[in-house]
C-alpha cells in the first residue's frame, strides 16, 4: 500500500511530526478528561412533589411562629444517630459555610424558635435621594426542631434509589431583610434589594411572606440575593457563598425548592435539603 502524500510530508520534516503527534494526544487526553466528568448528582430522595416530603401542620409548632418554615433539612439515619446529632451536624455546616453568629436567648422576639442564627451588615443600599431609608441588609434564620422531636415527628422514612431509609429532620425559617441595628428595621418597600421590586414587584400581602423569605432561602441555599453574590461586607470581603456547595464537598446533597402560599404554608416557597453519605 503506498503512502498518502500527507504522510510522505511527515517523513521529510520531524517536526511537523511531533507537533501533529502533540495535537493528537492533547486531544485524546481532553477526550478522555470528559469522559471522565462526573454527570448531574443523583437524587437522594426519590420526591416529585412537597409532598414526598411529608411535611407536618403548622400547628406542631408554637403558636408565636407567625410563618410556616421555609427551609426544612434532612438528614440521613446513618449520619446521626438523633435528631439532637442532626441539628448539631446541620448547624456545624452552615456556621461553618456561611460563618453565621449563633444566638440561644433570651430574645427580644423569638417567634417560637429554639435558637436563632444572623449575618448582619450585608449588601448596603446608599443613595442620596432616600438618605432616611438607607440601610445594609441582614439574614436572619431560626430553627425549630424541639417542636418536631416532642410530637415525635422528628424521624421520617423516604423513598430513595436504594429503597426506604430514615432521615432525622429539622426546619427553620431564613429571611433577609433591613438591618436590626437600623431604624426602618425590617421593610423598607422602595428598596431594590430586600423590598417589593424586581421579581417581587407584583407580590401582594405580606412583605415578610412574599419578599424577605424567598430571598433569605435564596442565600442560605445559594449565596445570592436576585441571582448577584453577596459578599460580606467587613474582613476579607469574600463570598457569602450559600450552603449547598460547601455541603457537596462532604456530602451527597439534593435540594429543592418548591411553591408554598398554600393551605397553613404562609410562605412564598419552602426549600428542602436533603443531606445523605457519599457512596
Known sequence: MGTSETEQS?????????????????????????SQEPGPPRSVVDAASLDDFQLPPKTVFA??????PNVWFYVDASLADSQAAAMRLVAEQVR?????????????????????????????WEVP????????HAFHMRY????????????????????SRDFYRVA???HYEVGHSNPNHADVEICPICGRTGEYGSQPGNLVERVHDPLGLELLLNGT????????HHEDQREVGGIIRALADRFAVQHQVFPAQSNDRNTLRIGVVVIGPRR
Open 96 to 124: 461553618a459555610a456561611m460563618r453565621v453568629r449563633e444566638s440561644y436567648g433570651p430574645f427580644s422576639n423569638p417567634e417560637g424558635a429554639d435558637f436563632e442564627v444572623t449575618i448582619e451588615h450585608l449588601q448596603p
Open 10 to 34: 511527515l517523513t521529510r520534516h520531524p517536526r511537523a511530526r511531533r507537533i501533529v503527534s502533540a495535537v493528537i494526544v492533547a486531544a485524546g487526553l481532553l477526550t478522555a478528561a470528559h
Open 172 to 174: 427553620a425559617s431564613a
Open 225 to 232: 440575593i436576585r441571582n448577584v453574590a453577596v459578599h460580606y
Open 129 to 136: 435621594e432616600h438618605r432616611a431609608l438607607q440601610h445594609a
Open 144 to 163: 425549630y426542631h424541639s417542636a418536631l422531636a416532642a410530637q415525635r415527628l422528628d424521624r421520617v422514612t423516604l423513598r430513595t434509589r436504594a429503597g
Open 63 to 68: 403558636p408565636a411562629m407567625p410563618r410556616y
